[in-house]
C-alpha cells in the first residue's frame, strides 16, 4: 500500500503547491517594496550629501565677494589716478583678486544649476567679457597702464551695475534652488515612509498567511493521514483485489484480496509480471519495444472501464476475472492500478440464466410450432369436412340426413371454436392482436349478438334479451369484432349455465365528465342460472378454468373464453368483473371508455348472395386433393371460372401464362410453398403480376399473416373455408361497365380512402393533420437517405430497418402504393437481392412524389 500513501501524498503535496502560490506572490511584493526602498534610501542619501556639498563650496560667499572684489578694483584704479605716488600695482593686485573669484564660480559644481537663471547667466558672461577685455591693459607696463587707467575706470563703473546683479540674481536662485532641494528630500523622506509602511504591512501579511498556510497544512497533514488509514483500510478489506505495477508491468503492491483471489502471496507476486496472472494479449504491451520492435504496441486495456479476462491462480486453473486497468503517477514514475473481482459465481449465473432462457424460448418456439400445426392439422381436415357437409347440405336430402348433416356441421363449429379460442390466446400472449377502430352502430351489433345466440338458447328452453338502462347511445367508436367476441363469450356462457331461465344484456352509458363526446359504456349480462361459488370468483377469469371439470359436466367448453374476454377488454383500456349468487344467478360485467361518433358508419355489408357476384376468372393452389375438390366446387357453383393445380410451381407458370382475376394460394405446399410462389409472380413479368393473391392457409396466426402481407399476398382466408367469407372476399374484385376486368389490387393505389376515413373518424382532424404532416417529413427523411447522393454506403439490414418502419405508418394513411414499395423493398434486402434492391429504390422516389402529390390535393400537406 506504500505506493498507494504516495500517489496520496504527492496529491496532498500538490494541493500545498497550490495554497503556497499565493504565498508566494506576497513574498514577491515584499521583495520589490523592500528593493524600491532601498533606491529611495540611496536618493535621499545623495540628496544630503549634495546638500551637504553644497554647504561647503559656500557659492554664496564667493558670488557676494566678486561684488566687493569689484568695488575694491575700483578704488584701487582711482586711488593710482588722483594719487601719482600710489602703488599702480595695487590695480593688478585687485584685478587678479577679482578674476580669481569670477574663476571660483566657473569651476563650482553649482554653476549648471545656478546659470540656468537666465539673468545670471548674461551678468556673469559679460563680466567674463570685461575680464578679457582688460586682461592686456592689466598685463601691460606700468606706463601703459597709468595711462590707460581713466579707460579702465570708464569699463568698471560700466561693469558694477552687472556685477551687482549678479550677486543679487545669484543669491535669488541659489535659495530658490535650495528650497527645491530641501522639498525633494522632504518628499522623498514622505516616499521612503509611505514604503516603509507598505512593506510592514507585506511583511505582517505575509506572516500571516504563512501561519494559515501553516495550519492548514497541519490540518490536512492529519486529514490526510487519516485518508491514508482510511484507505489502508479500505484496501485491507476490500473485495475487489488492487493490484499496483510499475511501468513495466512488475508487481509492486498486492492487497489481501487479490492474494486471496489468485492464491498467491504479496512476497511471491511482487517477483511477477501482472501478464502472468491473466490469459489475454491485451497486457502484452507491458513487454515493451524489445516484443514488438521499437514501438509500443496499442494500449487496449488501460483507462477502457470495466473488461472480462480469464485470470489464473496459483495452482494453474483459469478462472474469469474482471479488470479495470488505469494509470498514475508517483514522482514522475509512470504507476498502473489494477482492481480485480472474480466473477466466476456471476458468469455461472449469466450462463444459468442463459440456459433457462433458452429453455424458455425453446418452450416457446415448441408452443407455437404446436399452435401452428395444429391450427394446419386441424383447420384442414376440418376444411374438408366442413366444406364437403356445406356441398352436400346443397344436394337433394331427405330430412334425416339435412339433421344429421346440420349437427355435425355444429360440432365442426364448436371444435372450431376451441381451436379459435386457444389461438387468441396465443395472439395475446404473443401481443400480436390490433385492434382496428371504426363508427359501429352498438344497438344492431348487440342485436346480431343476440340473434346468433337465440337458437343455443331456445335448445336449453332459456329466454335471451338486450336493454338500454337510461340513455340510449347508438354509434360509438370502437373495434366491432372485439366487442362482438367479448359479448359471446360471455352470452354463451351465460346460457351454458342457465337452464330454462332468463338472460338479459344491459347497457348503460355514462357521460365522462369535463371531456367531449366520451362515455362509460358498462354491459352487464344478468344470468339466472346456477352462479358461482364464491371461492371461485377470483379465478373466473383465468385460462383454461371450468366450474366443473369432471367428466359428468353437463356444459361444455374449453375455459378460455373468459380468460380471453379480460384480456380484450383490458387491451381496450377497459375493466371486468363478475358478482354472483350461488343458486340464484351470476352477473358478468365490463366497463369501456369509447368516443361517441357523431356520424353513422358508411361501411357496408361485405356478405353478397351468389346471383349478386360477378363471375371471375380464378386460379386456386392448394396440394390438399380434398381441400382443393371442395374449393373449386363451391367456386364453380358460384358461377366462377376455375383453374385448380396442386402445387406453387404450377401456379407460378399458370399465373405467368393467363391473366386472373384472383389467386387462391394455399401457404405449405410441395416443390414451391405460397409464399415462394407469390414472390416468384410478383417480381416475373408475369400476365397475372398484379392480380390479388388471397392466402388461404390453416395458420391463423397474427406472424404468419405479417408474412403473407410481406410477401405481397393482399388478403388472407382461414380454413376451413366458410363460403360466405369466400363470397365477401371476392365482391372485392369488380368489373366496369365496357367488361374490362377491373380489380381491387390490380396496381397498388396511391390512396386508400376507405382506410384514411377509417383513420381520420377514429382520431378526428385535430389529431391527424399533424400526424400526416409529421409522416410527411419522416418519409421525405428517410427518401433522402435510401435514394440521395450519400446513399451509397448504407448495407441491407439498415435499407430493409428503413423500409420496415415506415411501412406500418404507410399503412396507417392509407398511402398504400408507398406501403407496398416498401415492402417490396424490405423483402428485397432482407433476402440480399441487390438486383431487386436497386430496382425498388428506383421505384421509391416516384411512388413517393406521387403520393405527396395526393396527400396535398386532400389538404393533409403543405
Known amino acids: ?155 568698471s563703473d560700466t561693469m558694477r551695475l552687472d556685477v551687482r546683479k549678479l550677486a543679487v540674481v545669484g543669491l535669488a536662485g541659489f535659495a530658490q534652488r535650495s528650497d527645491e532641494r530641501r522639498q525633494e528630500i522632504a518628499f522623498a523622506l514622505i516616499r521612503l515612509g509611505g514604503l516603509a509602511v507598505m512593506l510592514v504591512a507585506a511583511l505582517v501579511g505575509l506572516v500571516l498567511y504563512m501561519l494559515t498556510i501553516y495550519r492548514q497544512t497541519r490540518d490536512t497533514g492529519v486529514a490526510l493521514a487519516e485518508a491514508n488509514q482510511r484507505m489502508n483500510t479500505i484496501l485491507t478489506t476490500s473485495l475487489d483485489g488492487v493490484i499496483v505495477t510499475d511501468f513495466s508491468g512488475k508487481i509492486v503492491e498486492f492487497n489481501e484480496a487479490a492474494q486471496a483471489i489468485f492464491d498467491i502471496s504479496e512476497t511471491a507476486a511482487r517477483t511477477i509480471q501482472i501478464r502472468d496472472l491473466f490469459a489475454s494479449d491485451d497486457l502484452n504491451w507491458f513487454r515493451g519495444p524489445q516484443l514488438f520492435g521499437n514501438t509500443y504496441p496499442k494500449n487496449q486495456i488501460v483507462g477502457q472501464g470495466r473488461m472480462q479476462l480469464d485470470a489464473f491462480r496459483n495452482d494453474g486453473t483459469s478462472f474469469p476475472a474482471e479488470i479495470a486497468l488505469q494509470n498514475a503517477s508517483d514522482g514522475g514514475q509512470t504507476l498502473y492500478v489494477a482492481f480485480v473481482r472474480d466473477i466466476s459465481k456471476r458468469v455461472a449465473d449469466e450462463q444459468e440464466l442463459v440456459e433457462a432462457r433458452d429453455r424458455a424460448l425453446a418452450g416457446e418456439k415448441a408452443k407455437a410450432g404446436f399452435l401452428t400445426v395444429m391450427s394446419h392439422e386441424i383447420r384442414t381436415p376440418l376444411n374438408g369436412l366442413l366444406g364437403n357437409l356445406s356441398l352436400l347440405n346443397e344436394t337433394p336430402l331427405t330430412q334425416s340426413q339435412s339433421q344429421y348433416i346440420r349437427n355435425m356441421t355444429v360440432s365442426g363449429n364448436v371444435l372450431m371454436r376451441h381451436v379459435d379460442s386457444v389461438l387468441d390466446l396465443a395472439r395475446f400472449e404473443a401481443g400480436k392482436t390490433a385492434f382496428s377502430l371504426e363508427t359501429t352502430d352498438l344497438s344492431a351489433l348487440i342485436q346480431n349478438v343476440i340473434d346468433g345466440q337465440r337458437g343455443l338458447a331456445a335448445s336449453s328452453g332459456t329466454d335471451i334479451s338486450w336493454r338500454w338502462v337510461g340513455l340510449p347511445t347508438r354509434w360509438i367508436i370502437t ?221 391463423v396466426m397474427a406472424s404468419a399473416q405479417d408474412d403473407f402481407a410481406k410477401a405481397g399476398m393482399n388478403g388472407f382466408l382461414s380454413k376451413p373455408l366458410n363460403r360466405e367469407q369466400l363470397r365477401t372476399t371476392l365482391s372485392r374484385i369488380r368489373t366496369d361497365s365496357a ?123 403543405s
Open 739 to 861: 367488361g374490362a376486368q377491373m380489380w381491387a389490387f390490380q396496381r397498388p393505389q396511391i390512396l386508400d380512402s376507405d382506410q384514411l376515413d377509417s383513420t381520420r373518424t377514429s382520431l378526428g382532424d385535430e389529431v391527424l393533420l399533424p400526424l400526416v404532416r409529421r409522416f410527411q417529413a419522416e418519409v421525405s427523411e428517410v427518401v433522402e437517405q435510401l435514394c440521395g447522393a450519400n446513399s451509397a454506403h448504407l448495407d441491407a439490414d439498415t435499407i430493409r430497418n428503413l423500409a420496415h418502419k415506415h411501412a406500418s405508418s404507410a399503412a396507417i394513411f392509407g398511402t398504400t402504393a408507398l406501403r407496398n414499395t416498401l415492402l417490396d423493398l424490405e423483402n428485397a434486402a432482407q433476402s440480399q437481392n441487390q438486383e431487386k434492391t436497386a430496382k425498388y429504390l428506383t421505384e421509391l422516389p416516384d411512388v413517393w412524389q406521387k403520393t405527396y402529390t395526393a396527400l396535398r390535393k386532400l389538404t393533409l400537406v
Open 1 to 155: 500500500m506504500r505506493r498507494v500513501n504516495a500517489l496520496l501524498a504527492e496529491r496532498f503535496l500538490s494541493d500545498v503547491g497550490q495554497r503556497l502560490r499565493l504565498g508566494s506572490f506576497l513574498a514577491a511584493i515584499a521583495i520589490a517594496l523592500m528593493v524600491i526602498g532601498v533606491f529611495l534610501t540611496a536618493d535621499v542619501l545623495n540628496n544630503l550629501k549634495r546638500l551637504k556639498d553644497t554647504s561647503s563650496d559656500n557659492i554664496q560667499w564667493t558670488v557676494t565677494q566678486v561684488e566687493v572684489e569689484m568695488l575694491d578694483l575700483i578704488n584701487a584704479i582711482t586711488l593710482s589716478i588722483y594719487e601719482p605716488n600710489a602703488d599702480i600695482e595695487n590695480v593688478r593686485i585687485e584685478f587678479d583678486i577679482l578674476y580669481t573669484r569670477v574663476q571660483t564660480l566657473y569651476g563650482s559644481p553649482m554653476l549648471d544649476q545656478i546659470t540656468s537663471f537666465g539673468p545670471f547667466a548674461t551678468s556673469l558672461v559679460e563680466l567674463q567679457s570685461y575680464l578679457d577685455e582688460v586682461i592686456p591693459i592689466i598685463d601691460g607696463d606700468d606706463t601703459s597702464l597709468r595711462a590707460n587707467l581713466p579707460q579702465l575706470l570708464e569699463l
Open 479 to 699: 373495434d366491432a369484432s372485439a366487442l362482438e367476441q367479448v359479448l359471446l363469450n360471455l352470452l354463451g356462457n351465460a346460457i351454458k349455465f342457465t337452464d330454462g331461465g332468463q338472460v338479459i344484456i344491459e347497457l348503460e352509458a355514462t357521460p365522462i365528465p369535463n371531456m367531449l363526446n366520451k362515455i362509460t359504456l358498462e354491459t352487464r349480462v344478468v344470468d339466472t342460472g346456477i352462479g358461482i361459488p364464491e371461492e371461485d370468483l377470483e379465478k373466473v377469469f383465468a385460462d383454461f378454468v371450468t366450474q366443473d371439470a369432471s367428466f359428468g359436466r353437463t356444459a361444455g367448453g374449453s375455459g378460455l373464453g373468459l380468460g380471453i374476454s379480460r384480456r380484450i377488454v383490458e387491451a381496450l383500456g377497459g375493466e371486468i368483473g363478475v358478482e354472483s349468487t350461488l343458486g340464484t344467478g351470476s352477473v358478468f360485467w365490463f366497463r369501456l371508455p369509447l368516443d361517441i361518433s357523431s356520424r353513422r358508419s358508411t361501411h357496408k355489408t361485405n356478405l353478397q348472395p351468389a346471383d349478386h357476384i360477378k363471375p371471375l376468372n380464378i386460379l386456386v393452389i392448394e396440394d390438399n386433393e380434398i381441400n382443393r375438390a371442395v374449393t373449386c366446387e363451391m367456386l364453380k357453383n358460384d358461377g366462377h371460372s376455375v383453374l385448380c393445380v396442386a402445387d406453387g410451381a404450377s401456379g407460378v407458370r399458370a399465373a405467368r401464362d393467363d391473366l386472373f382475376d384472383a389467386i387462391l394460394m394455399d401457404i405449405s405446399m410441395p416443390v414451391m410453398d405460397g409464399l415462394q410462389a407469390t414472390q416468384s409472380i410478383r417480381a416475373d413479368n408475369a400476365a397475372s403480376r398484379y392480380t390479388p393473391i388471397i392466402a388461404f392457409s390453416a395458420n
